[in-house]
T-cell receptor, first 112, second 116 residues
Framework: SQQGEEDPQALSIQEGENATMNCSYK?????LQWYRQNSGRGLVHLIL?????REKHSGRLRVTLDTSKKSSSLLITASRAADTASYFC????????????FGTGTRLKVLA | EAGVVQSPRYKIIEKKQPVAFWCNPI?????LYWYRQNLGQGPELLIR????????DSQLPKDRFSAERLKGVDSTLKIQPAELGDSAVYLC??????????????FGEGSRLTVL
C-alpha cells in the first residue's frame, strides 16, 4: 500500500527553471524523506526532514513539511538536465518502527 | 565502502518457474528491506528484517514468496512458482538503527524480473 501520493505525476521544465513537487501522506509521521531514482537504477537518498522541522536545505534542494496538512514539498532550484529522474517521498511512522512507505512518485524531465 | 549489492540484475523466466534474488547489505546495517516496484509506481514493501527476524511481512504473498536472512547479513527472496503479475523490479535496501543513524535507506540497483 502507498502512504504518500506525489503531485504532479509528471513534470517537464526547461533547464535553469525551478521544479516543485508535492507529497501528501495519510498518517502521523516520525520523518519524511525524499529519494531520486534514475531510469533503471536504485533509489538514492536526497534529504530527510523530521516531524518537528518545517524546512530544510541541501544544496539546490529545499524541503518543507506541514504536518497539519500532512504534506511536504521538494523544490529543486536552477534545474539541470542531470536532474531528470523520478522523485519519491517516503514516510516513517512515529511508533518506533523503521518501516518506510513510499509514495507514487513524480517523473521530472529537464530539457536542455 | 561497498554499497548494497543485488543479483541478478535481470532475469527472464517462464511462468510457473522458480526464481531467487540475492542481496548483500552494507556492512553493519542490521535492517534489511525487500521492496517490489512495478513500472511507473513507487516501491512497495514486501518484507523487513531486523537482524535475522522478519518484523514486517504483511505484504509478502506467502503462498508463493519466501525470504530468509541467515546470520543477519545476506538475504534471499524466492518466488515459486512465478506468475505473469510478478514481473517487476525487486529492490533491496539496508539501513542502520538507533539514534546514531541518519535513518536513510541505501538501495541496491535492483533485480528486474520478466515472467513470460
Amino acid at each position: 500500500s502507498q502512504q504518500g501520493e506525489e503531485d504532479p505525476q509528471a513534470l517537464s521544465i526547461q533547464e535553469g527553471e525551478n521544479a516543485t513537487m508535492n507529497c501528501s501522506y495519510k498518517t502521523s509521521i516520525n520523518n519524511l524523506q525524499w529519494y531520486r531514482q534514475n531510469s533503471g537504477r536504485g533509489l538514492v537518498h536526497l534529504i530527510l526532514i523530521r516531524s518537528n522541522e518545517r524546512e530544510k536545505h541541501s544544496g539546490r534542494l529545499r524541503v518543507t513539511l506541514d504536518t497539519s496538512k500532512k504534506s511536504s514539498s521538494l523544490l529543486i532550484t536552477a534545474s539541470r538536465a542531470a536532474d531528470t529522474a523520478s522523485y519519491f517521498c517516503a514516510t516513517r511512522k512515529p511508533s518506533g518502527t523503521y518501516k518506510y512507505i513510499f509514495g507514487t512518485g513524480t517523473r521530472l524531465k529537464v530539457l536542455a | 565502502e561497498a554499497g548494497v549489492v543485488q543479483s541478478p540484475r535481470y532475469k527472464i523466466i517462464e511462468k510457473k518457474q522458480p526464481v531467487a534474488f540475492w542481496c548483500n547489505p552494507i556492512s553493519g546495517h542490521n535492517t534489511l528491506y525487500w521492496y517490489r516496484q512495478n513500472l511507473g509506481q513507487g516501491p512497495e514493501l514486501l518484507i523487513r528484517y531486523e537482524n535475522e527476524e522478519a518484523v514486517d511481512d504483511s505484504q509478502l504473498p506467502k503462498d508463493r514468496f519466501s525470504a530468509e536472512r541467515l546470520k543477519g547479513v545476506d538475504s534471499t527472496l524466492k518466488i515459486q512458482p512465478a506468475e505473469l503479475g510478478d514481473s517487476a523490479v525487486y529492490l533491496c535496501a539496508s539501513s542502520g538503527m538507533g539514534a546514531a543513524t541518519t535513518g536513510e535507506l541505501f538501495f541496491g540497483e535492483g533485480s528486474r524480473l520478466t515472467v513470460l
